[in-house]
C-alpha cells in the first residue's frame, strides 16, 4: 500500500539539517555556496563505510578511504532557513533548496538579480524509496523537462546529450564494441550534469554509491507520475551532491574538484605510444619488439613509449600477472635497455586476476589475498578470459602489500617505467563473493569501482617508493570517479570501422565533462580486420590531438597496426606523427591547467561557447583548450568538411589557409587526406615544438609560437608553462612562463614576448610566426617583423616568479 509519509525538521546541526520521517532520516547538508548533499541511509549494512571518490580538491586518499562524513575539506558557508508549515527553505547567496515535508520532495532554485528561479526539481509522487515502496535498492526521481539537455556518465556510447536514453552503470569487458550503441563499457561513473536552455543554467548530481545502477534519463514513459528521469542502484545509501553551474563549465570543474585533482604526469606520456598484441604474443616476442625499434628509426617515426602487451607473461594462450616468458623475452632488462637507448620508455601490462594454476595462487590463497566466495573462506573463482582464476582483494592490507612488492620486484626492479592497469573490470558475478572491507567484510557487488581504484593506487604508490623523484605515469582500462588522480585512460578495446572514430569522440567529450580528462582511442582500431589505409590516416589525424596517443590492436585478419603498415602511405601518415611532436609544447600547457585548475583539455564546442545555442546541435568537432577547434573527416571519402564556427566577437582563423572568418557562420574547407581542418580563435596563441622533429631528434629542444592577432583594437595577454618534463621539482616552483602580449589596433599589431621562472629553458631562441593574411604593421618585441616570421634570442630573458 502507498502511503505519504510525512517529514519534519528534526534538528540543525552547524550544516546539517536533519528531517525525521517515520522510519527514514534525510540529511541536507549545505558544503558550498553552490554545492549541496543529500543524504539517507538504506542499506544498514553499508551505512557506515568510507568514500573513496569524494576527496574534494585532493591527489590522494588512504587505502582505507575517508569518513564520509567528515566536512572539513568543504568550506560550509553561511546559509539561512525558513520554516513553513509544509516547506523548508534553505539557503546561500547563489542556491536554495525547498524541501517539501509532506512526502519528503526538493526544489532548487539559483538566484537571479533578486529573485530565485526554479531550475530542478524530485519528481512529486514517490520520489524516493522511503519505506521500501518501491521495493529493495535506492531509488531517485526527478521531474525532465523536453528541452533539458543531459551530459556525462563516462565513457558512455552514442550520441552526446542523454535525453530519453537508459544506461547501465557497472563495468565490464565489452571488447570489440559498437561505439554508437554497447552499453555498458568499461567505466563507472554516476555523475551527469544538466543544461537547460529555458533557464540558461546547468547543473550536475553526484551519486557517491558503488553498486551496479541503472540512469533512467527519460526512456521510460508513465503517465501517472508526468516526465521524469531517475537513478536506481541495487544497493548502498542514497548519498548525492547538487551542484549550480551556473555554466556547464563550473559544473564540470566542480566535480572535478570534488572527487580529486588530476596527476600530473611526465611529458613523454603525451608522445606516441606504440604497442600491439602481435608482439608480444609472438615466439620471439624480444625479438619482434627490438625490430618494432629499429622501424621507428628507419621509416623515422617519433616514439616516447612502448606499452608491453601481457602476451609476455604467457605460458601457453594464458596469461599470468608478474611472470616472465623468458623464452619469448630471454633479457627482460636488456630489451628495456634497448628501449631506453632510444629514448623510449617501456608501460607493461598488468592484471588483477590469478589463474587458478598461476605459479603464485597457492601461496596468495594460503594469505588471503583474494575476494572470497559466499563461504567467506575461500577464494572466489570467476571467469578470466578464457580460463578460471581469483580476483585480488584490494581492500585488503596484505594484498596491497604483496602487489606492491611484485610491481617492483618484477617489473621496475627490470627497468619497466609505467604500469598498464588492465583487464580490471572486477566482473565477478557472484553476488554473494565477499571482500575483506580492511577487516570489516561485506559483499563485492557494494564496491567493484573500489577494487579498481585501490589497485590503481597500489601500482601508483608502488612507482613512487621506487622512483621517487620521478611523476608516476600510470595507465588503466577501467575506472570510476576519482580515477584522475591516478592514472591515464583509453576508450578500450574499439572496433575498427568508420563510424568508431565519431562516436568515440563523443565517448571521450563525455569524460571531459566527467572528470577525466586524461585519455585517449585505440587508433586505428584494436578488434576486427586491418583498416584501410584512409581510414588508418583519418583515425591518425584525430588521434594526434588528444592526450593520449596510442596505435594498438589485436587484428583477427592477423595483421599489425603500426604507422608503416602501409609503404605507399608511409610519407602522410609520418608528417602527422611529427605534427603530434609539434603540438605537444600546447598540449603539456593544458595538461598542466588539468592538473592545477581542473580545465578540460578536449571539450565539446558548447562547453566553452555555451551562449550560441548552435553550438549544442550534435557535431564532430571539438576544442582543445580554449582557442584551437578540430574538425577531423569522419567519412570514408570524404574531401570538404562543413564546420559551424562558434559565436566569437574575434572570429576565426582557418590554420591551414590562414583565412579569417567571422564568428556564428558555417564554412565549407578543403579537406583532402593531406589535411586536417584546424582553427584558431582570433587573439590566441599556441606554443609549439619548432624546427627538426625526427625519430633521432625527438627531445624538445626548440620552440615556436603561432600567433593569430585580434582584428581591431585590443590586447591579450596569455602565459605558457614550461618545465622539466618529468620530476616533482615543479612542485617548489621549479617551472618557467612564456607570457605573449598582443596589443592590436586596425594597422599594428605589437606583441610582446617575455620568459620569466626558474627553470632554465633548453632553447635559446623562440621563432614567432603569423597567419599570412596578415596586412598590419607588425612588431616583436620592438623589432619589426621580417617575412612572416621572426625570431627572439632568450639569453637577456626576465627571470622572476609567475
Known amino acids: 500500500m502507498i502511503t505519504t ?8 546541526n552547524d550544516n546539517e539539517l536533519i528531517f525525521k520521517g517515520e522510519e527514514q532520516q534525510v540529511h541536507l547538508y549545505i558544503l558550498e555556496e553552490g554545492l549541496f548533499r543529500v543524504y539517507s541511509r538504506f542499506d544498514e549494512l553499508y551505512s557506515q563505510r568510507k568514500t573513496w571518490a569524494v576527496a574534494p580538491g585532493m591527489t590522494d586518499v588512504p587505502f582505507e578511504g575517508r569518513d564520509r562524513f567528515d566536512l572539513t575539506p568543504f568550506h560550509l558557508p553561511a546559509y539561512e532557513v525558513k520554516e513553513e508549515k509544509e516547506k523548508v527553505h534553505i539557503w546561500t547567496n547563489s542556491l536554495k533548496a525547498t524541501v517539501h515535508l509532506n512526502g519528503f520532495f526538493i526544489d532548487w532554485y539559483t538566484k537571479r538579480g533578486s529573485d530565485w528561479v526554479k531550475i530542478a526539481g524530485d519528481r512529486k509522487t514517490q520520489s524516493y524509496n522511503f519505506n521500501k515502496q518501491l521495493g529493495d535498492g535506492v531509488y531517485h526521481y526527478m521531474e525532465r523537462t523536453p528541452e ?173 600477472v608478474f611472470n616472465w616468458n623468458t623464452s619469448k623475452v630471454p633479457d627482460p632488462v636488456g630489451m628495456n635497455e634497448h628501449f631506453h637507448e632510444h629514448g623510449i620508455a617501456v608501460c607493461a601490462n598488468i592484471k588483477p586476476v590469478l589463474l587458478d594454476d598461476h605459479p603464485f595462487y597457492k601461496e596468495a590463497a594460503e594469505r588471503g589475498l583474494f575476494i572470497k566466495d559466499h563461504s567467506g573462506i575461500h577464494p572466489e573463482i570467476s571467469q578470466f578470459w578464457d580460463a578460471l582464476g581469483s580476483y585480488l582483494d584490494f581492500t585488503n592490507r596484505d594484498t596491497i602489500t604483496w602487489w606492491k612488492e611484485k610491481v617492483k620486484e618484477t617489473l621496475l626492479d627490470y627497468g619497466i617505467d609505467s604500469t598498464w592497469n588492465d583487464n580490471n573490470e572486477y566482473e565477478v558475478w557472484d553476488d554473494r563473493a565477499v571482500a575483506d572491507g580492511f577487516g570489516d567484510p561485506l559483499p563485492l557487488s557494494y564496491l567493484k569501482p573500489i577494487q579498481t581504484l585501490l589497485m590503481m593506487k597500489a601500482s601508483y604508490d608502488a612507482q613512487k617508493e621506487h622512483a621517487p623523484e620521478k611523476r608516476p605515469y600510470l595507465i588503466s582500462r577501467s575506472g570510476g570517479p576519482g580515477l584522475q588522480r591516478y592514472v591515464q585512460t583509453w576508450s578500450g578495446d574499439n572496433f575498427t570501422e568508420w563510424k568508431t572514430i565519431r562516436y568515440n569522440l563523443k565517448m571521450g567529450l563525455s569524460l571531459s565533462l566527467s572528470g577525466v580528462y586524461n585519455f585517449g582511442h585505440d587508433v586505428g582500431g584494436f578488434a576486427g580486420k586491418a583498416p584501410e589505409p584512409e581510414l588508418f590516416i583519418r583515425w591518425i589525424q584525430n588521434g594526434i590531438f588528444h592526450p593520449r596517443f596510442t596505435i594498438h590492436s589485436w587484428n583477427e585478419d592477423q595483421t599489425v597496426n603500426v604507422p608503416w603498415m602501409y609503404p605507399d602511405h608511409v610519407e602522410e601518415i609520418r608528417h602527422w606523427m611529427k605534427e603530434r611532436v609539434k603540438w605537444i609544447p600546447y598540449l603539456y600547457h593544458l595538461l598542466h591547467e588539468a592538473h592545477v585548475n581542473n580545465e578540460p583539455m578536449l571539450t565539446p564546442t558548447f562547453y566553452h561557447f555555451e551562449q550560441d545555442e548552435k553550438t549544442f546541435e550534435e557535431n564532430d568537432e571539438f576544442m582543445v583548450g580554449r582557442s584551437l577547434l578540430i574538425a577531423n573527416v569522419m567519412d570514408k571519402g570524404q574531401t ?143 623589432q619589426p617583423l621580417d617575412g612572416k616570421s621572426i625570431q627572439l634570442s632568450m639569453n637577456d630573458r626576465t627571470r622572476g616568479g609567475k
Open 148 to 320: 533539458e539537455r543531459y551530459y556525462g556518465l563516462g565513457e558512455k556510447s552514442g550520441e552526446m546529450n542523454r535525453h530519453h536514453k537508459r544506461y547501465q552503470m557497472r563495468t565490464i569487458d565489452a571488447m570489440g564494441y559498437d561505439a554508437e550503441r554497447t552499453d555498458p563499457l568499461y567505466k563507472f561513473i554516476p555523475f551527469y550534469l544538466v543544461h537547460s536552455q529555458e533557464t540558461s543554467t546547468s547543473y550536475g548530481i553526484y551519486y557517491d554509491n558503488y553498486a551496479d545502477s541503472v540512469f533512467d534519463m527519460g526512456a521510460e514513459l508513465d503517465n501517472y507520475h508526468g516526465l521524469y528521469r531517475y537513478y536506481q542502484s541495487k544497493k548502498g545509501d542514497l548519498d548525492y551532491y547538487f551542484m549550480l553551474g551556473p555554466s556547464i563549465s563550473d559544473v564540470v570543474k566542480t566535480y572535478t574538484w570534488l572527487t580529486g585533482k588530476m596527476i600530473f604526469p611526465p611529458k613523454w606520456s603525451l608522445g606516441y605510444s606504440g604497442s600491439t598484441m602481435t608482439y608480444t604474443d609472438a615466439p620471439d616476442a624480444q625479438e619482434q619488439l627490438k625490430k618494432f625499434v629499429e622501424a621507428c628509426k628507419q621509416f623515422d617515426i617519433p616514439c616516447d613509449s612502448f606499452q608491453l602487451s601481457s602476451g609476455y607473461t604467457s605460458k601457453g594462450d594464458k596469461r599470468y
Open 5 to 12: 509519509i510525512r517529514f519534519t525538521l528534526d534538528r540543525i
Open 640 to 782: 570538404k568538411r562543413t564546420v559551424y564556427l562558434p559565436d566569437h566577437a574575434g572570429g576565426w582563423y582557418d590554420i591551414n589557409a590562414s583565412e579569417w572568418y567571422a564568428g556564428g557562420e558555417e564554412v565549407t574547407v578543403d579537406a583532402p587526406l593531406s589535411k586536417v581542418p584546424m582553427f584558431a580563435q582570433a587573439g590566441s596563441v599556441f606554443p609549439i615544438c619548432d624546427g627538426d622533429i625526427s625519430f633521432e631528434h625527438n627531445s624538445d629542444q626548440s620552440r615556436g609560437l603561432l600567433v593569430f592577432p585580434r582584428r581591431g583594437d585590443g590586447e591579450v595577454e596569455q602565459s605558457f608553462y614550461e618545465d622539466d618534463g618529468e620530476t616533482l621539482e615543479y612542485q617548489e616552483n621549479h617551472c618557467s612562463w612564456i607570457t605573449v602580449k598582443t596589443i592590436t589596433t586596425e594597422e599594428q599589431v605589437d606583441v610582446q614576448v617575455k620568459v620569466e621562472g626558474e627553470y632554465p629553458l633548453s632553447y635559446e631562441t623562440i621563432s614567432v610566426y603569423f597567419p599570412e593574411t596578415e596586412k598590419r604593421l607588425i612588431q616583436v618585441n620592438q
